[in-house]
Every structure is written in structure tokens, then in C-alpha cells.
């Protein structure tokens, strides 16, 4: 079944709060902690996040939050 443009919103909002608090993060954390869903969706969204400049990826497995989305939420940069 396709993901609702609902839902595809979502799954990203879901994964930039976590990614704003969190100092760095994983395909994993996000599938242990935000969504439940296959790792292939995970990825998806965050090459989406990354391509709009929402989060870095730092070493082959690793992302972080940018300023951007620190500024969005709020968060102490």
C-alpha cells in the first residue's frame, strides 16, 4: 500500500523532532525509537532530509541535526 502524502509528512516531521534532540542518530534509532516501518522507508526519508538541507549525514551511518532544523525546533544550537 502507497503512504499518504499524510503520512509521508509525518514519517519526516517524526524523524527532524527526534533528530533535533538527539546529538547524532542511526537507520536503527530511528526504527527502535520513531517509526515502524522497514529500514528501506527510514532511508528514504532521511536522503529526503538530507537533500533539503533538515539533516547532515556525518560518517557512512550517522546524521545529524543541522541548524536549520535546531532553529525550527527551538533547540539550543
Not at 18 to 47: G, P, Q, W
Amino acid at each position: 500500500m502507497r503512504n499518504t502524502a499524510l503520512e509521508i509528512f509525518e514519517n519526516r516531521f517524526d524523524i527532524l523532532m527526534f533528530a533535533a534532540h538527539a546529538k547524532t542518530f542511526n537507520v536503527t534509532d530511528i526504527f527502535e525509537a520513531v517509526l515502524d516501518t522497514s529500514r528501506m522507508t527510514i532511508r528514504k526519508c532521511l536522503k529526503d532530509l538530507v537533500d533539503s538541507g533538515y539533516i547532515e549525514k556525518i560518517s557512512v551511518y550517522d546524521f545529524q541535526a543541522t541548524a536549520k532544523t535546531k532553529e525550527l525546533f527551538k533547540v539550543a544550537l
